[in-house]
Each structure stands twice: as C-alpha cells, then as structure tokens.
C-alpha cells in the first residue's frame, strides 16, 4: 500500500464553497456562506482549507458561485503562500458556463462536472470532494488512505449525530464491514441507529473518489434528465444502490484537543443559533476546538493591526473581561465582556455590558449599551444605551431574533430603528464626532 506522503501528492481537493446560506439569514446577504467571519479572526472556509494543506493535499480547487467577490479576495490575500514551483495551488473555479452557455451551476456534482476538464489537466489519482461550511478538524490524507485500504471506489465520512438534528444532513446505515446500505438526503423522519436511537449515522458532506471513476459517474448523471446534478440527492444514493460505496468514521481522521481525547468536533453552522453556539465553543475555557494548536494549525489572511488593548473609562473604572476572545486592533474601555468574541478593529466604550456576544469586525459599541446573546454585523454602530437581548418582543420587531433568543443586528437594521424610533439617536451625530475614540 502506498504510504500516506505519497497518496497526498497523487490527490486534488475540490472545496464546493458556491453555496448561499439562507438559513444564515441576513449574514449571507452580501458575502457567501464560507466567507462568513468565524472564530475572532477566521473565515468558515479557513477550516477546509487548512484542513487540506495540513493534510499535505495542496492542489486545492475551491468552486464559487453566490455572492463570490468577498472569498475570493480573502482567498487571494491569505492563501497565496502555495508555490506553483512546487506543484502547490488553489485554483479559483467560479461558474463560467463551460459545458454549455445556458446553465450555471445547478448542483454540486454539476459544479465539479462543469470543471472536469480542468481537474483532469491536473492527473490526480484521487479526488477529494469537501465543502466549506463546516467548523472542524479532520485529516483527509488518514480518510484517502482508509478509501485504498476499502477497495471501493468511493468513500463518504461519516459522523453520529443526535436525531432529532438529523434531517438536516445526508443519512446512512452501514454493515459491519462499513459498507454503505441505504442513504436518505434530508429525511423528515432519520433513521435512528441500531444500537442508538436517538442517533443518526450523517454524512459530513466529505467524498473520496478514484478521480477515473468519478469522470465516469458525473459524466452519466449529466447525460441523465431526470437528476437534480446532486451529490447527496442523486449521485451517493445510486452508488450505494450498486454497494460501492464506504463509510468513514470520522473518528479515525478528527484531530482533537488533547483535553478532549474523547471528542470528534464537528459543527454545522447552518443556521444562526448553530454558528452562535459554535462561536460560544471558541470562548469556552478549554475549547472542544482548539485553534491555539501549532501542530495543526488554522491559516487565515491577518490584517496588520495593533494588538488589543484594555482601558480604563474616563471616570478611572476598569474593565472586566471573563472568558472571552478579543482580536487585534480591538479597544475596550471600563466595560465588560463575558463569554463573547469580538473580531478586529471593535471599539467598546465605556460602562457597556456585553455577555455571550459574537461583534464581527469593525464594530462601534457605544457608551452604556448592554447586549446578550447578539450577533453584530460588521461594521454595525449601536447609539448609546441600547439594550438588546432583554426584551423578547422588542426584539423581534427591530432585530432578527431566533426562537433560541439570538439577536442578529445588522446595518440596514439599525438604518430602519433610526427612522422608526428617532429618539434613540438623539444628539448621537454631534457625540459621534466628537467622542474620543477610545472612551
């Protein structure tokens, strides 16, 4: 068998990340769901990727479509240290109409169809199909080498889910020898396990293919009228039907943190409440995820900013800062922040309360505002004294708010409460101009 330094050379990594995200509402609005900011300081995207690249997989093609200007700019400015030299790239690969001039693409299998040429440009003997939506850790050359090892032609990863949470995803059932036996993409009602009901075995949306037999498999959906040109709804469910189809068991790839040996992390932040909690996890006193691992790092694009820095507020009151992270270029003056993340270049003001609270960057929190359980948009400017997170009902009639209490607060909202409620922002232009920075 070859060994895995070889095997990682003879792969290609296709990254989908084309994808809009509706379920994360007004985040997607103006950025594709990959480019979603993450973690502090990551975009969703930087998981896959550096996945990929720690794995030794770098010949990487990342697939866009919606809303694509915001990732590929970051993808240029934080992923250009790949040598061409060296065989190493990521390979940008918008919708271009390549196979006909009528369609764009209209699934993901079509999506790695409509670029075919390209991949086989590239002689992989492996391909690597994963999308950039998901928060986690996984070494993909451990999952190539258990596709040799299987003898099947394809291999989908697989991971335990609760059941109630499960049709939201891909579901499988497998036999002893890991052998996929049925899939449903997306069941109302997922199976439960055979020895756990209240568990799904789901797909992570992760495929291994023989890069010859994938031609011919995306090559015969194309030419067949009737599919959706769908991995999970078309493509898997008839290979499985045909049992050639292997299950991985994400357990056997999950790079974990070593304080939680007993946890394969892996988190779909689909929706707002799912990418609020993952955000929570960062936060946690020891993370399931741990991002401060040098072994298997996160790679992102790093803007050059000043460190963080605490202050006091102007009558001489300290911060308090418990639990929380908070990214360069980040200025907090006599306030407190529990259990949130702030990304770069926010600016708290004085005697402000933020408790579980995402602020993406360059965010303005003025004086006196008290926030729970809020996501902030970039570049949102709360007038003083605002108070979100308390009242459910007006909450809801300004903001977005979940059924799960989370608050999204974006510009466009903030546009409207101005109009809709004028004396929030009374004397706010002339105190904006003039207030300190800082204070």
């Not at 036999?175 to 899939?183: G, K, L, S």
């Not at 568990?199 to 959706?228: C, K, P």
Request: glycine share 6%; proline share 4%; hydrophobic share 40%.
């Amino acid at each position: 068998m070859e060994n895995a330094r070889e095997v990682a050379k003879q792969t290609l990594a296709l990254v989908l990340a084309g994808g809009r995200g509706s379920r994360l509402h007004m985040l997607t609005d103006y950025r594709a769901k990959p480019a979603v900011f993450f973690g502090g300081k990551f975009r969703i995207i930087d998981f896959a990727l550096s996945n990929c690249v720690n794995s030794g997989i770098t010949r990487i093609g990342v697939v866009t479509q919606y809303k694509s200007h915001s990732l590929l700019r970051h993808i240029q400015s934080g992923w250009s240290f790949l040598r061409g030299q060296f065989n190493e790239f990521i390979d940008l690969l918008p919708a271009q109409q390549r196979i006909d001039e009528e369609h764009w693409y209209q699934g993901t299998a079509d999506a790695v169809y409509q670029n075919i040429d390209i991949i086989r440009n590239h002689k992989p003997k492996y391909i690597v199909i994963l999308s950039a939506d998901h928060i986690y850790k996984m070494d993909y050359t451990a999952m190539v080498m258990d596709h040799i090892k299987s003898g099947c032609p394809v291999t989908v990863a697989c991971i335990a889910v609760p059941r109630c949470d499960a049709s939201a995803y891909g579901c499988m059932q497998i036999d002893n020898n890991a052998m996929v036996t049925d899939f449903l993409e997306k069941p109302k009602d997922p199976p439960g396990m055979p020895n756990d009901e209240n568990h799904t075995l789901a797909s992570m949306g992760i495929y291994v293919f023989n890069a010859d037999y994938l031609y011919e498999v995306l090559t015969a959906d194309a030419n067949n009228e009737n599919s959706r040109r769908d991995f999970g709804f078309d493509i898997i469910p008839a290979l499985v039907q045909q049992h050639k189809v292997h299950a991985h068991d994400f357990a056997l790839s999950c790079i974990r943190n070593q304080g939680w040996k007993d946890i394969c992390y892996w988190r779909d932040v689909g929706t707002i409440d799912a990418y609020w909690e993952a955000n929570m996890d960062i936060a946690a006193v020891q993370p399931q995820l741990d991002v401060y691992d040098t072994v298997w790092p996160i790679w992102t694009h790093q803007e050059q900013l000043p460190p963080a820095k605490f202050v006091q507020d102007i009558s001489g009151a300290s911060s308090v800062v418990m639990n929380s992270v908070c990214s360069a270029g980040c200025i907090i003056s006599g306030s407190s922040l529990c259990h949130s993340v702030l990304f770069t270049d926010t600016r708290v003001h004085s005697n402000c309360c933020l408790n579980e609270t995402v602020v993406l960057p360059s965010c303005v929190i003025h004086r006196g505002c008290r926030l729970t359980k809020v996501i902030l948009d970039r570049g949102v400017e709360l007038p003083r004294n605002l108070i979100i997170g308390e009242n459910a009902t007006l909450d809801a009639k300004r903001f977005f708010r979940t059924d799960a209490g989370v608050v999204l607060v974006t510009r466009e909202m903030l546009d409207k409460l101005r109009e809709n409620e004028p004396h929030l922002y009374e004397g706010f232009d002339e105190y904006s101009a003039t207030s300190s920075p800082i204070y």
